[in-house]
């Protein structure tokens, strides 16, 4: 059995500084995400995903100070799967003892539920999708039509 893949271990993964933020009326400041990472860090949560680097400065230096004052967890940053993304979480979590990206492509919008491979997803379009079409050989390609 490889190292980490036993069946009877549950490994928690906390999305509370990324996702839970996202809830109406939620405005967490880098002093309470860091209070909140540390807690998490006392309840042995295996991974904490600390945010989205990229989004703007203060989510950056707030990722940055969780990477380098909470010990124990591994601590993600979320990154879109493009180059500048990928840079800036990697920058953000240089401090921390473990870490690791989480990774999302997106799907160029053509207002179709067509299922396209990876070819045609980048000669349709420019978007930083044709970059993740390009190096991705996974099955096919979901566009999904805009939110009306």
């Not at 002093?31 to 991974?47: N, T």
């Not at 230096?61 to 879109?80: D, F, M, Q, T, W």
């Amino acid at each position: 059995m490889a190292k980490g893949s036993d069946p009877d271990v549950v490994r928690i993964f906390d999305t509370t500084l990324r996702d839970g933020e996202q809830a109406p009326g939620i405005a967490l400041t880098r002093a309470e995400k860091v209070e909140i990472a540390e807690q998490l860090a006392r309840l042995q949560v295996d991974v904490i995903e600390a945010g989205f680097p990229v989004s703007s400065e203060g989510e950056f230096e707030a990722v940055s100070e969780i990477a380098s004052s909470v010990k124990g967890p591994v601590i993600a940053a979320l990154a879109r799967v493009v180059p500048g993304d990928i840079t800036r979480a990697a920058e953000a979590l240089g401090g921390a003892e473990r870490c690791r990206t989480s990774r999302f492509a997106c799907t160029p919008r053509c207002g179709s539920t067509t299922i396209v491979g990876p070819r045609s997803a980048s000669r349709r379009s420019s978007s930083p999708c044709t970059t993740v079409a390009a190096f991705t050989s996974a099955a096919p390609w979901a566009s999904v039509p805009p939110r009306s």
